[in-house]
T-cell receptor, first 113, second 116 residues
Framework: KQEVTQIPAALSVPEGENLVLNCSFTDSAIYNLQWFRQDPGKGLTSLLLIQSSQREQTSGRLNASLDKSSGRSTLYIAASQPGDSATYLC????????????FGKGTLLTVNP | GAVVSQHPSWVICKSGTSVKIECRSLDFQATTMFWYRQFPKQSLMLMAT?????????EQGVEKDKFLINHASLTLSTLTVTSAHPEDSSFYIC????????????FGSGTRLTVV
């Protein structure tokens, strides 16, 4: 059974700091890994999707890496802003029927002005 | 891009009543949709996989008679919480994809259900 762990559970940083969020998964047989952002009481916004054959994806100030063999992914946020404050969720899509997603519990990020 | 519309965004109902939540793919056809629930400060837990034109596949521990799922068209799936109780209060989110694992999933905005 796939399990996804995110560390740290919460992170508070001053504005402008670069930061790294970590995600690990137990079964390396994945199709892809996706990072999401969730604001309080809201749905999920997809940030980056990394296919199993890829090692990283970049979008603006965000960079996500994937090391499938070791079961790890990192989300790097450069020059953090107060608007980046949210919960960041990591999810892996495993094989089998219907391509299910397994989520971590998320990292609650607070960027202080 | 792909958009998934979910409503209502929040609902309060009395214990014992039923509540229906709709999930629509607005600009693409989704043969498969997923329903999740999320408790405060917890991860999203998959409840069931909704397949157009066939019965939903429920995850272990999810009562199929309590959480009725209907996927009657390629753009609409509904989740009905029957005989709701306070412990059913949660955040319910649906997701869909036009091309499965190739492009990842798009999520609805979620429904906050409170049963009083």
């Amino acid at each position: 059974k796939q399990e996804v762990t995110q560390i740290p559970a919460a992170l508070s940083v001053p504005e402008g700091e670069n930061l790294v969020l970590n995600c690990s998964f137990t079964d390396s047989a994945i199709y892809n890994l996706q990072w999401f952002r969730q604001d309080p009481g809201k749905g999920l916004t997809s940030l980056l999707l990394i296919q199993s054959s890829q090692r990283e994806q970049t979008s603006g100030r965000l960079n996500a890496s994937l090391d499938k063999s070791s079961g790890r992914s990192t989300l790097y946020i450069a020059a953090s802003q107060p608007g980046d404050s949210a919960t960041y969720l990591c999810a892996v899509m495993s094989g089998g029927s219907n391509y299910k997603l397994t989520f971590g519990k998320g990292t609650l990020l607070t960027v202080n002005p | 891009g792909a958009v998934v519309s979910q409503h209502p965004s929040w609902v309060i109902c009395k214990s014992g009543t039923s509540v229906k939540i709709e999930c629509r793919s607005l600009d693409f056809q989704a043969t498969t949709m997923f329903w999740y629930r999320q408790f405060p400060k917890q991860s999203l837990m998959l409840m069931a996989t909704s397949n157009e034109g066939s019965k939903a596949t429920y995850e272990q521990g999810v009562e199929k008679d309590k959480f009725l799922i209907n996927h009657a068209s390629l753009t609409l799936s509904t989740l009905t919480v029957t005989s709701a109780h306070p412990e059913d209060s949660s955040f319910y989110i649906c997701s869909a994809s036009s091309r499965g694992r190739l492009v990842g999933y798009t999520f609805g905005s979620g429904t906050r259900l409170t049963v009083v």
